[in-house]
């Protein structure tokens, strides 16, 4: 699983290496609940950017189901930097 976040991580870094300043992630279980901590900074204006997301473990028992559960996290992930970087850009206009 590590090596699967890693290497989605790896990509999201590529791909918005032009805006992102920093990129942390941090994946925890823990009491039957996985959560994603993740940060980020725009090379723009260098504010850390920070947001958890909990998921209950036992909506994810078998690894596909915990796949899926990466790829939906990374997707919301994806979503907030759009966000921030839209805002920004607004800001620029």
Known sequence: MQAYVDGLSSALIERYKLYLQTFLLDLWSERGMIEFRFGYSLRRDSKLHTRT???GAQEALTSPERLAVVDA???EIEDHIDETISGTL???N
């Open 53 to 55: 997301f909990k998921v």
């Open 73 to 75: 996290m990374f997707a």
């Open 90 to 92: 607004l800001e620029l």
